[in-house]
């Protein structure tokens, strides 16, 4: 099966950075090493996920 997004149009829009929180930093990112995913590392604090997007309009921010 082909994925949807390989049928899509290019949007433009790429994502610059991801930064993670989290109050069991610690954990979360032994959970996202056991993943493999060994790029982001997660600081500690209070929940929140914020991305850097480039868009054709300019870059945008998102926060949760």
């Given at each position: 099966d082909t994925h949807p997004t390989?049928?899509?149009p290019a949007?433009?829009?790429?994502?610059?950075?991801l930064h993670?929180?989290?109050p069991q930093a610690d954990?979360?990112?032994a959970?996202?090493?056991?993943?493999?995913?060994?790029?982001q590392p997660v600081a500690a604090?209070?929940?929140?996920?914020s991305a850097v997007l480039h868009t054709p309009?300019?870059?945008?921010?998102?926060?949760?």
């Open positions: 390989q049928s899509m949007s433009g829009v790429t994502l610059h950075s993670i929180q989290h954990t979360l990112c959970a996202c090493r056991s993943l493999g995913w060994n790029a604090g209070a929940p929140r996920l309009k300019g870059p945008i921010e998102i926060h949760t």
